[in-house]
């Protein structure tokens, strides 16, 4: 079983930059695609990127394409998430997770803390 742990949030101005870390415990880290998803306020939790067990193969919600770059490194079960230029929208509560690669993503198991993430204009 993966169990994540979200951090790096913070409060920036639009166009900055934060880095998203997730630790996962667990032996199996390896052998899942991890993926990425956020809830801004008031608003449903969506799908922002994802990546697979190898971190040969990502995708990425088209909002932030370009922008944000998923990594991983399975030597220290930690997933990344790089964010560029943020925007006022990209405002919100991040969360990691197992995934399985369809269409649409499917998430796995339950939801952490979360890191919050506040851009300001």
């Known amino acids: 079983q993966v169990q994540p742990v979200e951090s790096g949030g913070g409060l920036v101005q639009a166009g900055g930059s934060l880095r998203l870390s997730c630790a996962a415990s667990?032996?199996?880290?390896?052998?899942?695609?991890m993926g990425w998803f956020r809830q801004p306020p008031g608003k449903e939790r969506e799908f922002v990127a994802a990546?697979?067990?190898?971190?040969?193969?990502?995708r990425y919600a088209d909002s932030v394409k370009g922008r944000f770059t998923i990594s991983r490194d399975n030597a220290k079960n930690t997933v990344f998430l790089q964010m560029n230029n943020l925007k006022p929208e990209d405002t919100a509560v991040y969360y990691c997770?197992?995934?399985?690669?369809?269409?649409?993503?499917?998430?796995?198991?339950?939801w952490g803390q979360g890191t919050q993430v506040t851009v300001s204009s």
């Open positions: 990546i697979t067990s190898s971190g040969g193969g990502t």
């Open positions: 997770k197992r995934v399985l690669l369809t269409t649409p993503v499917v998430d796995f198991g339950s």
């Open positions: 667990g032996r199996t880290f390896s052998t899942y695609a």
